[in-house]
């Protein structure tokens, strides 16, 4: 069977591919919610942070600078935004209670 790009694929290389992406669908839904939405929000600020970095330092290391910077406050973020959460400031300190 010929690939679509000239590659020769046959039917075991096609199958194990398919079970490997089975294999990795099954683990991906190992999470709770907090660590989906954590992971979710360091994935968003990434990839923002990298293109970000990389357009303005043009340069690999300004990309992935901006990268990790960007996971870093997207994971931060996405955590602290719990739904169902509220919160209010009270003595100079912020209180969270369930909406």
Known sequence: MRGVVGF???QKQIRKSLVM?????ALAGCANGRQDRVLGGALIGGGTGALIGGLA???AGAA???GLIG???GA???DAMRPGW???WRHHRRHYVRC
């Open 76 to 78: 931060i973020i996405a």
């Open 86 to 88: 509220c919160y209010y």
């Open 57 to 59: 330092g043009q340069t």
């Open 8 to 10: 020769n694929c046959n």
């Open 21 to 25: 992406i089975a294999m990795a669908l």
């Open 64 to 66: 992935v600078a901006g």
């Open 71 to 73: 996971a870093a406050a």
